[in-house]
């Protein structure tokens, strides 16, 4: 996933909010969004390669996602997979300080990453990118692609300021989600420049959705989650010229705890 747009305990109606596209190659095997037979409590999608996932939320109230954070000066191949990172999380027991605190010491066993991990109260950041140490997020909107969380690329900003106006003037459905990141426009080569993006890809990769023949955005996701917990999860799937293959909606309430 390249690109996660969300707001954090911002509004009162809906405690998370989150637009995000994913970005692969459309040779990768992939599996759409469902319910996990194994782990019937785990909605999200699955990579058919490493078994991982990008994005995922549990009818108990857990939430992930990863993205690669890219580096051209780190580009050798890392031991274990990042879809390990949220799968792992989504399966598990632990709380988001101690799962990204324990995580923290083994850290290098993946390439660059960021990730997210929530429990419906609270949402931590962790990248290992740097030497930053897992945090607690405060509430607010938030942007997050293949650099740290808020790097102000065009895109971040963009849908940043998109979910801000959302927010504002309502009302939440999925399609005004989608709309936050789905933008295919590419972003003004000065803006690229200052922020010191000016590789042969930044101009096809600086849009919100990527549309190329062999990779670009493969699915957006809109997620929210309502103060009694009922939860909503759209997935649109695209083909490598952009256009609509498939859409599913999945809705559930989350357990009482």
């Known amino acids: 996933m390249c690109l996660l747009v969300f707001a954090h305990q911002v509004s009162r109606d809906f405690p998370l909010l989150i637009a995000a596209n994913r970005d692969e ?3 990768r095997a992939t599996a759409e969004s469902g319910f996990w037979a194994e782990v019937p409590d785990l909605l999200a999608g699955r990579d058919l390669e490493q078994g991982g996932t ?3 939320v549990t009818r108990g109230g857990r939430f992930a996602a990863v993205t690669n954070y890219r580096d051209p000066a780190r580009t050798a191949a890392a031991p274990r997979s990042r879809g390990e990172l949220p799968l792992a999380y989504l399966t598990g027991t632990r709380d988001p300080q101690s799962y990204l605190d324990e995580l923290a010491q083994r850290a290098h066993d993946y390439a660059g990453f960021n990730l997210l991990v929530g429990d419906g109260s609270h ?4 990248t290992n990118s740097d030497a930053l140490e897992p945090r607690c997020l ?5 942007g997050l692609s293949n650099a740290r969380l808020d790097t102000p690329w065009p895109k971040v900003a963009l849908g940043k300021a998109r979910l ?4 504002e ?4 459905s999925h399609d005004a989600l989608a ?6 426009e590419l972003a003004d080569p000065r803006d690229l420049k200052a922020l010191q993006l000016e590789g042969s890809m930044e101009p096809i990769l600086s849009a919100q959705f990527i549309v190329t023949e062999g990779y670009g955005t493969r699915s957006s996701t809109t997620l929210s989650i309502d103060a009694g917990g009922a939860t909503s999860w759209r997935e649109q799937s695209f083909d490598n010229r952009g256009a609509l293959r498939s859409e599913q909606l999945l809705e559930f309430q989350q357990d009482a705890t």
Do not use: E, N, Q, S
Request: glycine share 10%.
């Open 25 to 27: 190659f459309h040779a």
């Open 169 to 172: 003037t309502g009302p939440i």
């Open 54 to 56: 990008w994005m995922g």
């Open 164 to 167: 801000k106006t959302l927010l």
């Open 123 to 126: 949402l931590w950041y962790f």
């Open 179 to 184: 709309a936050v990141v789905k933008d295919r």
């Open 138 to 142: 405060p509430p607010g909107i938030y």
